[in-house]
């Protein structure tokens, strides 16, 4: 497959001092990490010669070389169990999958060997890997390329999730998760590459895997989120109060397993009115398992049901009037704020 979202012009290096977009702060990380630990290796297709396929990787293969930039053939089973293998044996590999969709073919890989294999063998064998992947809508790569099975992954024991919206935890949590001894599914996102935040480089902080933030503070609403979800919900909070007169407080829950519900249910205490959003299908999704969670946690201060906002439940059209109409974008984050707000049903 070729690739679909490559950098844009002049984005090899750090767009400026103390800003960088996603993918440049998982590259710092990743390179960072790799010239701390000789055990970190990424493994992955086009990984090394190409740059990678969205130019994540790009120059880490001519400063690490081959060894520790490995090209895979188009066999994610493979690969992603020789990363398991590798992991067992004491690496740290980071395998990059093009798409969470094709991850699916690794799908008894993951969820029946690395998620299972430190229980089974009662702690004395680790499986310390990362699987990196992008997923999301909003490029008309079809039906088969834009799905978010964010929840069926972070409903797996034993395996961590993690899905930051914003390049300064894409870079923390990105280190933790490759310093940590449990296989980690570091989930990403096409059209948040491009996004930028501030980024020090000299902070050589690490993440705290399992722990939610406030990205927008208000007194209102709560809407919970996460990766690109967060940055729409982020630009509807705005809307919201700058249109509506609505203070809206955003909590990036940034981990999926372990979650943070106590930080959720926080907010929702403080607001009594809770939206979750997603950029996946809400049916037997993240934003079910939120609201489930919310509902007990915090059932005597609701003033109104937990609303969510997700994915139209149909295999995403190729054209683009479709796809933006299936998506849950911006307008309709406002409309179920709103709803949500002035108990419109």
Same mark, same amino acid.
Not at 179 to 188: A, G, S
Not at 225 to 241: K, M, Y
Not at 251 to 257: A, E, F, I, W
């Given at each position: 497959?070729?690739?679909? =979202? ?5 984005? /090899? ?14 590259? #710092?990380?990743?390179? $960072? $990490? ?9 493994? !992955?297709? $086009? ?6 396929s969205y130019k994540v990787t790009s120059g880490l293969m001519d400063e690490f070389g081959p060894d520790r930039v490995r090209d895979t053939p188009i066999s994610e089973e493979a690969f992603? !169990?020789?990363?398991? !293998?590798?992991?067992?044996? +004491? ?9 969470? @969709? ?9 969820? @029946? *060997? ?8 009662? +702690?004395?064998?680790?499986? %310390?890997?990362?699987?990196?992947? %992008?997923?999301?809508?909003? @490029?008309?790569?079809?039906?088969? *390329? ?19 919206? @914003? ?17 980690? #599914? ?5 059209p948040i590459y491009k996004e930028k935040g501030e980024v020090d480089p000299g902070d050589d902080s690490i993440g705290e895997i399992g722990l939610a933030a406030i990205a927008r503070e !208000?007194?209102? #609403?709560?809407?919970?989120? *996460?990766?690109? =979800? ?13 249109? *509506?007169?609505?203070? &809206?407080? &955003? ?16 907010? &929702? ?7 979750c959003v997603e950029e996946g299908w809400p049916s037997f999704g993240v934003t079910s398992e939120i609201a489930a969670r919310i509902q007990k946690a915090c059932f005597d201060d609701l003033? =109104? %049901? ?5 994915? /139209?439940? &149909?295999?995403?059209?190729? /054209?683009?009037?479709? $796809? ?11 409309? /179920? ?9």
């Amino acid at each position: 497959m070729t690739a679909q =979202a490559q950098a844009e012009p002049g984005e /090899a290096a750090v767009s400026g001092p103390g800003t960088m977009t996603f993918r440049e702060a998982i590259r #710092l990380a990743l390179r $960072e $990490e790799m010239a701390r630990d000789e055990q970190v290796f990424v493994m !992955g297709e $086009e990984v090394g010669l190409f740059d990678g396929s969205y130019k994540v990787t790009s120059g880490l293969m001519d400063e690490f070389g081959p060894d520790r930039v490995r090209d895979t053939p188009i066999s994610e089973e493979a690969f992603v !169990g020789a990363g398991i !293998g590798a992991a067992m044996i +004491g690496e740290r590999p980071v395998v990059e999958i093009m798409t969470l @969709n094709f991850l699916l073919v690794a799908m008894d890989q993951v969820v @029946n *060997h690395a998620a299972k294999v430190g229980a089974m063998f009662g +702690g004395e064998v680790r499986v %310390p890997m990362v699987i990196r992947t %992008p997923n999301g809508a909003g @490029n008309q790569l079809t039906a088969q *390329h834009s799905q978010s099975f964010d929840g069926w992954f972070a409903g797996t024991p034993g395996l961590k999730v993690l899905a930051p919206a @914003n390049p300064a935890d894409a870079r923390s949590l990105l280190k933790a998760a490759i310093r940590d001894d449990d296989p980690v #599914l570091f989930i990403e996102n096409l059209p948040i590459y491009k996004e930028k935040g501030e980024v020090d480089p000299g902070d050589d902080s690490i993440g705290e895997i399992g722990l939610a933030a406030i990205a927008r503070e !208000g007194s209102d #609403l709560s809407i919970v989120s *996460h990766s690109f =979800a967060t940055v729409r919900s982020l630009q509807a909070a705005e809307i919201l109060e700058r249109e *509506h007169g609505y203070s &809206v407080e &955003v909590v990036d829950l940034r981990s999926l397993r372990p979650l943070d519900v106590a930080t959720v249910a926080d907010s &929702v205490v403080k607001t009594n009115r809770a939206l979750c959003v997603e950029e996946g299908w809400p049916s037997f999704g993240v934003t079910s398992e939120i609201a489930a969670r919310i509902q007990k946690a915090c059932f005597d201060d609701l003033d =109104a %049901p937990v609303e969510r906002v997700g994915m /139209a439940e &149909v295999p995403l059209p190729y /054209a683009k009037p479709l $796809e933006l109409a299936a998506m849950p974008g911006t307008d309709r984050i406002v409309a /179920a704020a709103i709803a949500t707000l002035e108990g419109a049903r």
